[in-house]
């Protein structure tokens, strides 16, 4: 079971490696990398199984475990 700040933080690695898949699949120059997308689509969704398997428990203070 994760307080809100934990799940939070794991909202954030996902988000950040959506910007990353994003940033590489749409380079303004050159070619983009396929695997390197690959991988961080498989990263991505990774993630949002842990993310949707947690349990969020709502009375943990912020701070406090």
């Given at each position: ?43 991505i969704k990774y993630l949002a199984s842990l993310?949707?398997a947690s349990e969020v428990d709502l009375e ?6």
């Amino acid at each position: 079971m994760h307080n809100v700040e934990q799940y939070y933080r794991k909202i954030e690695v996902l988000h950040s490696r959506a910007l990353e898949l994003h940033r590489e699949r749409y380079k303004t120059q050159g070619s983009y990398d396929k695997n390197k997308c690959q991988e961080l689509v498989a990263d991505i969704k990774y993630l949002a199984s842990l993310i949707k398997a947690s349990e969020v428990d709502l009375e943990v203070e912020f701070g406090k475990q």
